[in-house]
T-cell receptor, first 111, second 111 residues
Framework: QKEVEQNSGPLSVPEGAIASLNCTYS??????FFWYRQYSGKSPELIMF????GDKEDGRFTAQLNKASQYVSLLIRDSQPSDSATYLCAADSGNTGKLIFGQGTTLQVKP | NAGVTQTPKFQVLKTGQSMTLQCAQD?????MYWYRQDPGMGLRLIYY???????DKGEVPNGYNVSRLNKREFSLRLESAAPSQTSVYFC??????????FGQGTRLTVV
């Protein structure tokens, strides 16, 4: 079992809808969580990070963390075709500095 | 500002050959990482370095060695390449809180 798990998808949503991406982690020692976006053939880029339980909003993106359930999610409001990419969830493993990634969820936003 | 620079961008090796992938960052980050990315597998951590002079194994270290030459540079060596090491390799650096910046990747094929 991977330390960070994601549904590989693809997740398909119509333009303007809310896309909901989910991630679970197994190491209760992990304290920091990250969402990276990766376009096909490109490098991952950081879009959100969250350290505390609850919600964190940045523009159209909201990250949610529930440490009791070991669950992290990313909501993308008003989804655009340009949001079509693979979204990678990552955790700081046991708060050691090692950044462990899930397998990624492919999002397709259809015009 | 170059960020994280990897060389080479592409490489074809024969089975049993050796090679070193180079990575340098100019952001004065302490932490550096090497990942491999295979279809459907997300990013898997090969080795991690929390600071100059320290390295630690990640999820898939077998068949690889690393050197943290100084704060800027972190190299990955394949001593005897195998077809199973065909992958895209990413180097990354971070300020130590998991907010990582990635290089452009090296596409390695072992035949």
């Amino acid at each position: 079992q991977k330390e960070v798990e994601q549904n590989s998808g693809p997740l398909s949503v119509p333009e303007g809808a809310i896309a909901s991406l989910n991630c679970t982690y197994s190491d209760r020692g992990s304290q920091s969580f990250f969402w990276y976006r990766q376009y096909s053939g490109k490098s991952p880029e950081l879009i959100m990070f969250i350290y505390s339980n609850g919600d964190k909003e940045d523009g159209r993106f909201t990250a949610q963390l529930n440490k009791a359930s070991q669950y992290v999610s990313l909501l993308i409001r008003d989804s655009q075709p340009s949001d079509s990419a693979t979204y990678l969830c990552a955790a700081d493993s046991g708060n050691t500095g090692k950044l462990i990634f899930g397998q990624g969820t492919t999002l397709q936003v259809k015009p | 500002n170059a960020g994280v620079t990897q060389t080479p961008k592409f490489q074809v090796l024969k089975t049993g050959q050796s090679m070193t992938l180079q990575c340098a960052q100019d952001m004065n980050h302490n932490s550096m990482y090497w990942y491999r990315q295979d279809p459907g597998m997300g990013l898997r951590l090969i080795y991690y370095s929390a600071s100059e002079g320290t390295t630690d194994k990640g999820e898939v270290p077998n068949g690889y060695n690393v050197s943290r030459l100084n704060k800027r540079e972190f190299s990955l060596r394949l001593e005897s390449a195998a077809p199973s090491q065909t992958s895209v390799y990413f180097c990354a650096s971070s300020e130590g809180q998991g907010r990582a910046f990635f290089g452009q990747g090296t596409r390695l094929t072992v035949v």
